[in-house]
């Protein structure tokens, strides 16, 4: 039986957290198999629904068996057997996964945590402009002035970038924005800092403001605050996939509180079924680009040292129990040079790039609430949010950039390559293996290699997007 969902909250301090299971049964299993009286007491008493209701089944199927094609590893789950579950009490939280967790028709169940507040986070034609240094050349930033030399540099072209978070200023003076009967709702708390991540990446060249790394680029939103009302991070990342071509941008502007056990900030893939969803996308060909996450504390979090339900080290690139999403994970340093993380910066292994984390210029009154103003700007954005936005703009300058150029567009593998090599980008103040913050592209090495013999050939994840089974319209 299959009920509507209402998302429970709880108290804690003078934060509202709000608490679901999200359970995953067996591919073959049914709710009607648990056969468990406990268990089956529990369900009963409880409000049910599929955690995926963005794709029809018939959806799902067509994506999943595009993914097979395109890409021979993928091994997907049954998305059909995800559910979630709401509890409002923590000790009932801990009590049902204790019973679902036990059950042999369960693969697996966790809480999903959310906060009501939004995580931590500041004479030329576009007045703000000169004061974008991260626009400027390498090493300070990411050398966005000189892609704009080449066609597609700004962001023009078929490149498709969808932004995934809460909440968005819909008609801010200095922006330009699409979004879709399944975009869901806009959040007014977190209105500022949707606005801030578009501005860095598309402020338009309009002689207000400043403006963006990709100032004309195709901009898409999708909220995590779902059409029916609930959030649901994996929803809208499936109806995200359902709108996205290969060779698009993902943006996950989001990380995952862990409220029962670590009490920490992670990675919105730490979260299972989060997880697939992405895996489903970089199987697809979308490049994602995933925020590593700002610790609660002045040292952040070292992802190395995160531990899943199962017990294993899934970020640890050192260890055989690694899992590989494909995404792209975003780390934040100093906006001063050499490059430094940013206290409270996750990193780890698993991280592939950085960006500025601090004294980010860019729309929006971040971290204050706007309000009913639309000409708000900020230069205080900061952390992994304003370093995955800055991540983000570079990698639809590239693609965009291939795709007027060659013809083609990267696959996410070969994104990721690139955008991590020290060839082609900026070192962190010690190396990656002493700071474990990647490094930060800087598009003028990238793209003066886009010219020389090999270049091409050496990536050979870049398709053809003339090709008919790389091409889902909107």
Known sequence: MVYLFNEPVMKTGSKKFHFRIIIKLKDSAHLQMLGEPSLDDFISSQKIDR??????????????????????????????????????????????????????????????????????????????????????????????????????????GKVKFMDIEQGWIMDHEDIIINYLPSTGFSHHEHESHGTAVLGVIMMRNNEVGGIGITPHANGYLMSQWRPDGTFNTADAIMAAIVHL???????????????????????????????????????LGIIVIEAAGNGMYSTGNDLDDFID??????????????KESGAIMVAAASSDVPHRKINYSNYGSRIDCYAWGENVITA?????????AKNTYSYKFSGTSSASAIVAGAAIALQSIVEEKYDLRIHPKQMRLILSDEKYGT?????????????????????????????IKKHQGIKNIKEKKFQRRL
């Open 364 to 372: 929006g009154s971040y971290p204050l609430l706007s309000g009913l």
């Open 427 to 455: 070192a962190s103040k010690h190396g990656h293996l002493a700071d474990k913050i990647g490094v930060m592209p800087d598009l003028k090495k990238i793209t003066d290699h886009l010219s020389k013999p090999g270049f």
């Open 51 to 156: 955690l995926l209701t963005s794709a029809s089944s018939k959806k799902i199927s067509e994506l999943l068996n595009e993914a097979r094609r395109k890409d021979h590893s993928y091994r997907p789950p049954n998305f059909l057997n995800y559910y979630c579950i709401g509890c409002s009490e923590e000790e009932k939280v801990r009590e049902a996964l204790n019973l679902l967790n036990k059950s042999n028709e369960v693969e697996y169940a966790y809480v999903e945590t959310h906060s009501a507040s939004p995580p931590p986070g500041s004479s030329n034609s576009n007045p703000l402009e000169p004061y974008q240094w991260y626009l400027n050349e390498a090493p300070v930033g990411i050398n966005a002035r000189y892609a704009w030399q080449f066609p597609g540099g700004d962001g023009t």
């Open 245 to 283: 071509n290969f060779g698009d941008i993902l943006l996950l502007e989001a990380q995952s509180f862990d409220s029962l056990y670590t009490k920490k900030v992670w990675p919105v893939e730490t979260l299972e079924a989060n997880f697939q969803l992405i895996r489903l996308a970089t199987a």
């Open 309 to 322: 339900h199962n017990g294993n080290n899934i970020f640890s690139r050192s260890k055989s129990c690694f």
